[in-house]
């Protein structure tokens, strides 16, 4: 990425902070929080600690960096060394990225593509470039499938917490990541205070990976006539579908039990939400990688993960564009481009130009 490239990508984030630094969305008790943020070009700036909103939105402002991030962690001293910092609890997060959701379409649309001569070609990725031996880098594509995938896991998430851990609907805020997925902050008290190990199980309940084998499942349901839902939880979650549909199911009751499983967890990366030292993406500012808004989604059903996040403006500009599939953004298809320069609404130029894949001209 040129200099100019970097000098144009911080003033369209600039532009965006100046005029809505309203939708930058803090945590309660600010100045126990650890700040941070990534540069255009440069690296990670962590341990830093804001009095209040107005300090921490004038640094956002004057940096309008790449990427924002807040803990989820309270400290005593957010500034200090992690095992100086004085863990005080963090909220409950769930992340869901449709990266980790086995969709068919991927085959159509995840990438290799290499860094020097922009070849590319389907997954699995070679180890160097086919055509140049230069360095091959992964490129996930996103389609409305995926996007759909991710949505209904995170409504999964949203099920779980209210039906089976009593968490009120009120206690959960639901983010779209601001590139193809979602984050889930949980305001319940009673979560605050676990330890990793704690987080950890509820993320592979939910994952649905502590379940006994689909096999031994199936032998225990063989044994009782279908009587409907049963028990709680994924008991209950199981016993009600396979007993929905035992009777005209052409497969094995050991493959209907896999589907129940299949059909009801939920994704979340566990990795994330056992991490209690993290830093998030701060709720209503832009992403590195995509110059889409981390933004509040108030009624899932009716989110447009191609529209509603979009809040860079559409002013045209000249971009080089070396290499990029094809793409949707506010109902618009861009692409796909081989090297040439096109003019593009700032929104979509923002998303090439921030992976290093264009410059601007
Ligand atoms: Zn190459
Ligand atoms: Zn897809």
């Given at each position: 990425?040129?200099?100019?490239?970097?000098?144009?990508?911080?003033?369209?984030?600039?532009?965006?902070?100046?005029?809505?630094?309203?939708?930058?969305?803090f945590?309660?008790?600010?100045e126990?929080?650890?700040?941070?943020?990534?540069?255009?070009?440069?690296?990670?700036?962590?341990?830093?600690?804001?009095?209040?909103?107005?300090?921490?939105?004038a640094?956002?402002?004057?940096?309008?960096p790449?990427?924002?991030?807040?803990?989820n962690?309270?400290?005593?001293?957010?500034?200090r060394?992690?095992?100086?910092k004085?863990?005080?609890?963090?909220?409950l997060?769930?992340?869901?990225?449709?990266?980790?959701?086995?969709?068919?379409?991927?085959?159509?649309?995840?990438?290799?593509?290499?860094?020097?001569?922009?070849a590319?070609?389907?997954?699995?990725?070679?180890?160097?470039c086919?055509?140049?031996?230069?360095?091959?880098?992964?490129?996930?594509?996103?389609?409305?499938?995926?996007l759909?995938?991710?949505?209904?896991?995170?409504?999964?998430?949203?099920?779980?917490?209210?039906?089976?851990?009593?968490?009120?609907?009120?206690?959960?805020?639901?983010?779209?990541?601001?590139?193809?997925g979602?984050?889930?902050?949980?305001?319940?008290?009673?979560?605050e205070?676990?330890?990793?190990?704690a987080?950890?199980?509820i993320?592979?309940?939910?994952?649905?990976?502590?379940?006994?084998?689909?096999?031994?499942?199936?032998s225990?349901?063989?044994?009782?006539?279908?009587s409907?839902?049963?028990?709680?939880?994924?008991?209950?979650?199981i016993?009600?579908?396979?007993d929905?549909?035992?009777?005209?199911?052409?497969?094995?009751?050991?493959?209907?039990?896999?589907?129940?499983?299949?059909?009801?967890?939920?994704?979340?990366?566990?990795?994330?939400?056992?991490?209690?030292?993290?830093?998030?993406?701060?709720?209503g500012?832009?992403?590195?990688?995509?110059?889409?808004?981390?933004?509040?989604?108030?009624?899932?059903e009716?989110?447009?993960?191609?529209?509603?996040?979009?809040?860079?403006?559409?002013?045209?500009?000249?971009?080089?564009?070396?290499?990029?599939?094809?793409?949707?953004?506010?109902?618009?298809?861009?692409?796909?481009?081989?090297?040439?320069?096109?003019?593009?609404?700032?929104?979509?130029?923002?998303?090439?130009?921030?992976?290093?894949?264009?410059?601007?001209?």
């Open positions: 990425m040129n200099d100019g490239t970097k000098a144009w990508l911080r003033s369209s984030y600039k532009e965006y902070y100046y005029r809505g630094a309203d939708g930058v969305e945590p309660d008790q600010i126990a929080r650890e700040f941070g943020y990534i540069p255009f070009g440069g690296g990670m700036v962590r341990h830093l600690s804001f009095k209040s909103k107005g300090e921490a939105l640094e956002i402002l004057k940096q309008s790449s990427s924002v991030y807040c803990s962690a309270r400290y005593e001293s957010p500034t060394p992690i095992e100086e004085g863990w005080l609890g963090a909220e997060i769930f992340d869901i990225d449709a990266t980790d959701i086995p969709t068919a379409c991927k085959r159509g649309h995840d990438l290799w593509y290499c860094e020097k001569c922009h590319s070609g389907k997954l699995p990725r070679p180890a160097k086919t055509k140049c031996e230069g360095t091959s880098v992964e490129f996930h594509g996103t389609c409305e499938t995926c759909d995938a991710a949505k209904a896991h995170a409504m999964r998430v949203v099920a779980f917490l209210t039906e089976d851990f009593g968490v009120d609907r009120g206690a959960i805020r639901i983010y779209f990541s601001g590139n193809r979602y984050h889930l902050h949980i305001f319940d008290k009673r979560f205070l676990l330890d990793q190990l987080r950890s199980e993320a592979e309940y939910m994952r649905g990976s502590s379940l006994p084998l689909s096999q031994t499942i199936a225990t349901l063989r044994r009782r006539p279908p409907g839902p049963q028990g709680a939880g994924w008991t209950r979650r016993t009600g579908y396979v929905e549909r035992r009777e005209n199911y052409g497969g094995t009751l050991q493959k209907l039990v896999s589907e129940a499983v299949s059909t009801q967890r939920a994704l979340v990366d566990t990795s994330v939400t056992t991490d209690i030292h993290r830093v998030f993406r701060l709720a500012t832009l992403h590195g990688n995509t110059g889409m808004s981390k933004i509040r989604v108030e009624s899932i009716k989110f447009d993960p191609q529209e509603d996040p979009v809040v860079l403006s559409g002013k045209p500009v000249n971009v080089r564009v070396e290499f990029y599939p094809r793409f949707r953004m506010k109902h618009r298809d861009f692409g796909p481009f081989k090297p040439e320069t096109v003019e593009l609404p700032t929104y979509a130029a923002v998303s090439i130009l921030s992976k290093g894949l264009g410059e601007v001209v």
